[in-house]
C-alpha cells in the first residue's frame, strides 16, 4: 500500500504563533492532495486541498505547499487560535482512492 | 458534517454478534466509502460504492460486508464481531474532483 506519513506526532505552539504540519507521501502517481483537521469525537473535516499541477494553494489562514520533487506536502496555518487544537492529517490519491497519514496532534498553548 | 449522519454514534457488542452500521447523506454524491480509524494508523479503507450498482472491497474487507440500499444510503455490516475490530468507523462521500466528506463517525467495541 501507499505510505503517507507526518515528520512530527505532536506540536504544540502558542496562540499567534504560525503552525507548520507535514507530510511526506511516497507515491509518485498521486496528483490529488487533501488536508484533514479531526477534533476530538468528530469526524475530518475538509480543510484545503491542492492538486500536482499546482505548489502553492491559500484559503482562510491556511497554505498548503506541494513540493513534489522530494514528495512533500505542508500545511501552514496563521495567527493560530485554540479553535485549531485538533490532529490534522494529509491525504493523498488520484481521485478514486486516498491514502490518508496518521496525524499530528496541535495543541495551541493559550 | 450534518450533510453525512451515521447511525449509532455508539455502539457496544460481543463476540459473535452481528451488527449494522448505518450510512446516509444529502449531499447528493454517488461515491460513498467506509472506513476505520485506529489510533496510530490512518484512516483504512474498507469497501467502496461509486453507484448503486458498483460495490468494491478496500484494503481490509475480511469480516465486514456492504450494502447500498440507494445512492443515499450505505450500510456496513460486521457478520460475526471481534474484538480487534473495536475501533471508529466513519463514513464518506465524494463528488470528484472534490474532496471527501466525512461522517461524525462510530464508536464501535467489541467485548
Known amino acids: 500500500g501507499e505510505s503517507v506519513g507526518l515528520h512530527l506526532p505532536t506540536l504544540s505552539v502558542q496562540e499567534g504563533d504560525n503552525s507548520i504540519i507535514n507530510c511526506a507521501y511516497s507515491n509518485s502517481a498521486s496528483d490529488y492532495f487533501i488536508w484533514y483537521k479531526q477534533e476530538s469525537g468528530k469526524g475530518p473535516q475538509f480543510i484545503i486541498d491542492i492538486r500536482s499541477n499546482m505548489d502553492k494553494r491559500q484559503g482562510q489562514r491556511v497554505t498548503v505547499l506541494l513540493n513534489k520533487t522530494v514528495k512533500h506536502l505542508s500545511l501552514q496555518i496563521a495567527a493560530t487560535q485554540p479553535g485549531d487544537s485538533a490532529v490534522y492529517f494529509c491525504?493523498?490519491?488520484?481521485?478514486?482512492?486516498?491514502?490518508f497519514g496518521t496525524g499530528t496532534s496541535l495543541t495551541v498553548i493559550p | 458534517d450534518a450533510d453525512v449522519t451515521q447511525t449509532p454514534r455508539n455502539r457496544i457488542t460481543k463476540t459473535g454478534k452481528r451488527i449494522m452500521l448505518e450510512c446516509s447523506q444529502t449531499k447528493g454524491h454517488d461515491r460513498m466509502y467506509w472506513y476505520r480509524q485506529d489510533p496510530g494508523l490512518g484512516l483504512r479503507l474498507i469497501y467502496y460504492s461509486f453507484d448503486v450498482k458498483d460495490i468494491n472491497k478496500g484494503e481490509i474487507s475480511d469480516g465486514y460486508s456492504v450494502s447500498r440500499q440507494a445512492q443515499a444510503k450505505f450500510s456496513l455490516s460486521l457478520e460475526s464481531a471481534i474484538p480487534n475490530q473495536t475501533a471508529l468507523y466513519f463514513c464518506a462521500t465524494s463528488d470528484p474532483p472534490r474532496p471527501q466528506y466525512f461522517g461524525p463517525g462510530t464508536r464501535l467495541l467489541v467485548l
Open positions: 491525504a493523498e490519491g488520484t481521485g478514486n482512492q486516498f491514502y
